[in-house]
């Protein structure tokens, strides 16, 4: 399963858990690093459940541009080769509402169909998505796209994930598990977060 491991970059790029006072909410230095200094907070864990590991990440950041346009911009996920280097194609069924990602990286090739489920929130958008097959099949997690907390700011998305996968083995090399997948987590949410705010830039324009 290393081959997978950039499957999970990916979707890590993107959002969060129902957890209504998320992690760096909570801490007030943390979120004013993300508004101020453009700081993407990832956290990628294992941890062992009765005689299975799971596997946890969450990644958020603030990117500079409205929730709805961020949402469709997210949503338009046969473009992400055009930006995710590592990702090859990702054309998208809208009757099943399936992801058909094939990805290669360091040599490796990858193919995995995940489901996607959207609802509009409160407050903004929520996008629910799980592997059905291929690589961390059963892996599931959530994006949120909201306006950044305590403000009427409809200029920014504050963007969120979760990710949680659940098997006898994780099958990431421990270099990837200690510090790699946090790091590439971090890279690739930059990317998103660059081509969603060059994308809005290129709207006001018009």
């Known amino acids: 399963m290393i081959k997978d491991f950039f499957i ?11 957890d209504p006072t998320p992690f760096w909410r909570s801490k007030p230095e943390v979120y004013k690093k993300m508004k101020e200094e453009r700081y993407v907070v990832v956290s990628a864990h294992t941890q062992s459940v ?5 596997l946890t990440i969450i990644s958020a950041g603030i ?16 473009k992400y080769p055009e930006f995710l280097s590592y990702i090859v194609d990702s054309p998208y ?5 399936n992801i058909f990602l094939h990805g ?6 990858v193919h995995m169909t995940l489901h996607i489920d959207t609802e509009k929130t409160e407050k903004g958008e929520k996008i629910h998505w799980k592997s059905i097959e291929g690589g961390f ?7 949120i796209e909201d306006p950044p907390k305590d403000s009427n700011d409809n200029e920014h998305t504050e963007i969120s994930l979760d990710a949680a996968y659940l098997g006898k083995t994780i099958g990431l090399p421990g270099v990837i598990l200690d510090w790699g997948l946090e ?10 977060r660059s081509h969603i705010e060059s994308e809005w830039e290129k709207s006001k324009k018009h």
């Open 93 to 97: 069924d809208e009757t099943t509402k």
């Open 104 to 109: 290669a990286v360091l040599g490796y090739h």
């Open 8 to 18: 999970v970059l990916l979707f890590s790029s993107l959002a969060l858990t129902d």
């Open 183 to 192: 790091f590439a987590a971090q890279r690739t949410a930059t990317a998103m």
């Open 63 to 78: 990117i500079h541009a409205p929730v709805e346009f961020t949402h469709q911009r997210v949503l338009e996920f046969k």
């Open 50 to 54: 009765g005689e299975e590991k799971k």
């Open 137 to 143: 099949k059963g892996m599931e997690g959530t994006i």
